[in-house]
């Protein structure tokens, strides 16, 4: 055997033993990154190259001992030569989907390799009889493959620099220069084959060429072997990443948590003390948020975080530090806010972000927030005292009325007082009798009479003069004082009721306003009973009025003691309709008698047409006309009550012309200051007539 195939054939060996190590560090760098096929399609190239060397060897072997034409030498030749194709074959397709993050569909992908095969086979054939053409052989067999290796090493190259593997990792880099480097060799080959061809003598050094493929063959390897390593630490700190994200940040809107929160302020304070400025905290939640979870459900709700989430990053400026506290409520974080309008204008910034329409489950809501704000270091100096500040000032914001915002004041512990001592004398107001009814009438358009009256209570405070429900209904509700309170109501206006009834209005009916804390009393019903049967009104002329975003409140039994109210005889009115959630559709489940639409629509009918008597106001002033027109939506919800049979009750209609389009409409009832206010029960009684 000449010393020069003995080389020969070492060499394969060694560079197929290196292929194959290079194919099983490309397979475990495909195990790190699951989503890319070009990794396994180069595993599968190498493996290629391994066959394609061996079985070359294999041929040389086979050449040397029975000469080139024996079918056994050609057999291996063939092998090895369709190998080689099939191993370019995969190797630019790996380099096709790394740069264009394609992929071949499978069956072209198929075709491709048979007909790659089948050349590579065919390349091997040529020239096997003829023993003196080594020459040509040479270059049909390892020359035209040489040619199409470095290009396509080129190619990939290429490929692996342009690709997102950021060709910034040195892995991938020195991969990358070492294809090119194997192009070159490649292409050197070719260039030998081809002097061998012309000259009719082989390159004295051509077999050593596989030396430095060898060399070449370690850098690839090497490469490789730190692209891994570079994913390995990657996917590490991805996961790292994760995991603190994890610890600070709610999983639901992706914004920082209460923990994170607290830290940031913490170092905002600290910047703050030695800088000497000052720094805002806004504590808030969404107004009504309960109501729209216990109606659209959970996943609605965790929605409408979201949206809010996304609404308040978008609102950030760099430095502040939005975040979810739980449930509904945020906060913000606000370093350099040196004057109380700055404060103001995020408050609005952040209300006005929040309030903006948005689509839930085909539903358009508008949601409201109130926020309360302290500040550094006027209201506190460390974290946790601003944030319990902000919090009372919260509370002040939605005791206030909701959908505003206010800030904390050192006077707010004693307005907290104060609540107090409303508290217990709203708690005293009962005994005292300081608590009235006030009646205001309801028109039945048909007759144009009287056909009912509305119980609407007020306060006689010893200092503070008549006060109307807004200002302690809420206070009542809070501390519960409401249930007492509005059985106190029920028995008056059934009382007064009884009393006119007597003195001949028979059919007058009286409407009572419930709140929720009522409903969920366990005995309401009975109580309700009693007093019917103590006051001995017919049950027919007692009507309920319950808010909206009661009725749709069907959890905790509501529905069930709706009906039991109904079995009783009297009748159920929903109040301030259209101010709520609930869609007609729904109402259906609902043993509901009547609808009061609520009077912001009222007020805002017929505005398109709005004409110059309307511009001008009582007191001869310019009055704009309201911002939105809800004349359709009067309409429709008139229409589509009169479809559900439910009487229609208009209610704060003050002008003719609303009158006139209720008419119109067909609504059935209607109350306001058109007709009168709402009176005390002696006032109402000489109306009555
Ligand atoms: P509501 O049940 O929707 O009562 C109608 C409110 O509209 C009353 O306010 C009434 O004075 C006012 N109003 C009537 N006509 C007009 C009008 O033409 N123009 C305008 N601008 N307003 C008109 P009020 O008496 O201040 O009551 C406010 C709310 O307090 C009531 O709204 C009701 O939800 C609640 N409320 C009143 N009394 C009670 C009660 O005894 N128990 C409970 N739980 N809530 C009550
Ligand atoms: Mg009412
Ligand atoms: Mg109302």
Known sequence: MPYSNTVLYATSLTQAGGALLTAAVLHGLSRYHASTDYLRHWTRSWLALAVHLLYGAGASVLADAYGPAHPAAIAFAAVAAAAGYVQIGWLLLGAYELTTGGTVARHSGQRIFIALALIGAATSVPFVWDPAADGERFVFRVGIRAATVGTSFFAAAYGIWHSHVRAHELGPRLVSAAFVAYAVEQLHLFALGAITLGTGRPVSYADYVGMVDFLIQFAIGLGLVIWLLEAERQVAATAAAQVERLAYHDVLTGLPNRQLFLDRLRLAIAHARRAGTKLAIFYFDLDRFKTINDSLGHRAGDRLLQIVGERLTNLLRAEDTVARLGGDEFTLLSPFVEHVEDAVAIARRVREAVKAPLTLEGRELF???????????????????????????????????????????????????????????????????????????????????I??????????????????????????????????????????????????????????????????????????????????????????????????????????????????????????????????????????????DALKIDRSFVRDVLVRDYSVRDALGEDGGVRAPPAVDNTAIATAVIALAHSLNLDVVAEGVETDRQLDFLRERQCDAWQGYLYSRPLPADAMERILG
């Open 367 to 449: 949601v409201t927030t109130s926020l309360g704000i302290s500040f550094y270091p006027d209201d506190g100096d460390d974290a946790e005292m601003l944030l319990k500040h902000a919090d009372v000032a919260l509370y002040r914001a939605k005791a206030a009325g909701r959908d505003t915002f206010e800030l904390y004041t050192a006077s707010m512990n004693a307005q907290a007082l104060e609540q107090l001592v409303l508290e217990s004398s709203l708690r005293r107001a009962l005994e005292n009798g300081e608590l009235v009814m006030h009646y205001q009438p309801i028109i039945s358009l048909d007759s144009g009479r």
């Open 451 to 592: 056909s009912g009256v509305e119980a609407l209570l007020r306060w006689h405070h010893p200092e503070l003069g008549l006060l109307g429900p807004d200002n302690f209904i809420f206070l009542a509700e809070v501390t519960g004082l409401i249930v007492p309170i509005g059985e106190w109501v029920l028995r008056d206006a059934c009382t007064q009721l009884r009393r006119w009834q007597l003195a001949g209005r028979r059919d007058l009916r009286t409407a009572v306003n419930l709140s929720v804390r009522q409903l969920q009393q366990s005995n309401f019903v009975n109580r309700v009973a009693r007093v019917i049967d103590e006051t001995g009104i017919a049950p027919q002329c007692l009507e309920l009025e319950i808010t909206e975003s009661i009725a749709m409140h069907t959890a905790d039994g509501t529905l069930e003691t709706l009906r039991d109210l109904k079995r009783l005889g009297v009748r159920i009115s929903v109040d301030d309709f259209g101010t709520g959630y609930s869609s007609l559709s729904a109402l259906r489940l609902f043993p509901v």
